[in-house]
């Protein structure tokens, strides 16, 4: 991650998974860090958006946010630190695979930006944010608007452990038809979209449920 911690505790306290804490009659596990990680990482990727898109309006800046912090994100970022090798796992998450579980990783690496903010502040935190996920969020800020909706959506409702489909009936004459495309997800009605194609409308219906799902509210 580009930075070397001045407190080795601090730094092993945020690799310690709680089942090896549990195991070996320790305390300290990553839980809290995490905790404080995550909100060090919606800050600065909040700061970065909002000063990155003038004028944009909330559902565009939230939806290029969602991007930049999904868990599939943060597990590839994960993996490019090394944090599956240097990770500290009980020996039953390690038989499961813990390793390469999404969760577990991502976890990790939001632990360790808050064992930054701890120890060298906000400002060294955002730096690692902006240094590693710039380019991201970049091309996330650069048209939000038109990118695959359909395709951020399903990775966001596969990491919560479930799928979406879409439900498309359309109206009209054959040359001026209006279609209507309503996501649906664990028999749950998402949102409906309309477009003047059906991927128009899936697209629309897309764009509205990622809203929903990414909304504190929900």
């Known amino acids: 991650m580009g930075y070397r911690f001045q407190d080795p505790a601090l730094r092993d306290e945020a690799l310690t998974h709680p089942s090896f804490a549990a195991e070996h009659g320790m305390a300290p596990n990553y839980e809290r860090l995490e905790f404080l990680g995550d909100a060090v ?10 000063n990155a898109m ?16 999904a868990e599939p994100a943060l597990a590839a970022m994960g993996r490019a630190w090394g ?7 009980g020996r039953g998450e390690t038989l499961t695979g ?13 632990s360790l930006l808050g064992a930054v903010y701890l120890e060298a502040g906000f400002a060294a935190a955002e730096e690692i944010v902006l240094r590693h996920w710039g ?15 359909k395709t951020r959506l399903q990775e966001v409702l596969v990491a919560a452990g479930t799928d979406v489909s879409y439900v498309v009936t359309d109206t009209g004459p054959q ?6 495309a309503t996501a649906v997800s664990g028999g749950e009605e998402l949102a409906t979209g309309h477009g003047s194609s059906k991927k128009r409308a899936e697209q629309n219906a897309a764009r509205l449920a990622l809203e929903k799902v990414q909304s504190p509210d929900s």
């Open 175 to 180: 040359h001026a038809k209006e279609f209507t």
């Open 54 to 69: 003038p004028g944009a309006p909330e559902g565009d800046m939230t939806l290029v946010r969602a991007g930049v912090v």
């Open 83 to 89: 944090v599956p090798d240097a990770v500290r796992l």
């Open 98 to 110: 813990g390793r390469d579980k999404e969760s577990i990783v991502s976890d990790v690496v939001e």
């Open 135 to 149: 380019a991201l969020i970049d091309d996330l800020t650069t048209a939000p608007g038109s990118r695959d909706y």
């Open 41 to 50: 990482l919606q800050m600065a990727v909040t700061r970065y958006v909002y």
